[in-house]
């Protein structure tokens, strides 16, 4: 079955950058999209934003525009997050996740149903 | 604060069920279909029931979603000790165009 493998834990100084990855095994990384998506410590989920992983373009959702960047090397199956002037508050749990599309006789809709374990950042002095 | 409203927690004994609701608007909920998601300590959410009402494979049909107007509602049936975990809904919101989340339910099976 398709994993999104994410990257180890991040202990971070306040203003450095971090660059998470998520490897799609079976390299079928362009078949979905990829879904960002933040957890803070003891919070709910929070969606960041996504990528099309057939044209590279990314859409970020408002509060993580600026300072995070979604990228791909689709030569290697992989979907990255890079999170720079790196706060305090960027302490969390950030998720990688598939995009699956369902086309129904009317209409169509999508969902997340594979998600990476999680890369835990931490940023502190 | 979430745009979509969950309570905070909700319980049951084994066996019994439990309901947990999830409100919207129009943008979202009544617009488009809703995911349920399920979260153990320290692990990954996982999909519990999608397109408002399908389960993917694998998960019991003791999970049940269910959708109205801007509301929607995940049924469990039979509480087990391992149902214990956050719920967490989901919907693509017009509005934002974007992904929401409800702030998530703590579910305990005293």
């Not at chain 1, 960047?69 to 996740?97: G, N």
């Not at chain 2, 905070?8 to 409100?23: N, W």
């Not at chain 2, 999970?63 to 919907?91: H, M």
Request: glycine share 12%.
């Amino acid at each position: 079955q398709e994993q999104l493998v994410e990257s180890g834990s991040e202990l971070k100084k306040p203003g450095a950058s971090v660059k998470v990855s998520c490897k799609a095994s079976g390299n079928t990384l362009n078949s979905y999209a990829i879904e960002w998506v933040r957890q803070a410590p003891g919070q709910g989920l929070e969606w960041m934003g996504w990528i099309n992983t057939n044209t590279g373009n990314p859409t970020y959702a408002q509060g993580f525009r600026g300072r995070f960047v979604f990228s791909l090397d689709t030569s290697v199956s992989t979907a990255y997050l890079q999170i720079s002037s790196l706060k305090a508050e960027d302490t969390a749990v950030y998720y990688c996740a598939r995009r699956t599309t369902v086309t129904t006789s009317r209409d169509y809709y999508y969902y997340m149903d594979v998600w990476g374990k999680g890369t835990t950042v931490t940023v502190s002095s | 604060q979430s745009v979509l409203t969950q309570p905070p927690s909700a319980s049951g004994t084994p066996g019994q069920g439990v309901t947990i609701s999830c409100s919207g608007s129009t943008s979202n909920i009544g617009s488009n279909y809703v995911h349920w998601y399920y979260q153990l300590p320290g692990s990954a959410p996982k999909l519990l029931i999608y397109g408002n009402n399908q389960w993917p494979s694998g998960v019991p049909d003791r999970f049940s979603g269910s959708k109205s107007g801007t509301s929607a509602s995940l049924a469990i049936s039979g509480l087990r000790s391992e149902d214990e975990a956050d719920y967490y809904c989901a919907v693509w919101d017009d509005s934002l165009s974007g992904w929401v989340f409800g702030g998530g339910t703590k579910l305990t099976v005293l």
